[in-house]
Nanobody, 122 residues
Framework: QLQASGGGLVQPGGSLRLSCTAS????????INWFRQAPGKEREGVLC????????YYRHSVKGRFTISRDNTKNTVYLQMNNLKPEDTAVYYC?????????????????WGQGTLVTVSS
């Protein structure tokens, strides 16, 4: 089971860093997705990181603003979000893919829990 944390209320232009951790398992062998779902909208992929730390972007709108990283010593994957915009408001989730590489197309993976709410508003 994965746990996303670090969300909150931030003003437009602000930053947040989300964390994805696992309880009772290691993330080392999995590609990890971050995806989000805004109220009344479809779930959408954001970013994925492979086991070799290669990032795959699924949303053009976050390029140059969001980055993904992993620290296997802490069993954690991070989503650094800068220059946040109101349209980034959503519940953010992390999911594990059962392979070392991210897919060309977004797939949510497994193990995602309740997510963490990010609200971008002045």
């Amino acid at each position: 089971q994965l746990q996303a944390s670090g969300g909150g209320l931030v003003q437009p232009g602000g930053s947040l860093r989300l964390s994805c951790t696992a309880s009772g398992s290691t993330l080392d062998d999995y590609s990890i997705n971050w995806f989000r779902q805004a109220p009344g909208k479809e779930r959408e992929g954001v970013l994925c990181i492979s086991t070799t730390e290669r990032a795959t972007y699924y949303r053009h709108s976050v390029k140059g603003r969001f980055t993904i990283s992993r620290d296997n010593t802490k069993n954690t994957v991070y989503l650094q979000m800068n220059n946040l915009k109101p349209e980034d408001t959503a519940v953010y989730y992390c999911g594990a893919l059962g392979r070392s590489q991210c897919g060309t197309y977004f797939a949510p993976g497994t193990g995602w829990g309740q997510g963490t709410l990010v609200t971008v508003s002045s």
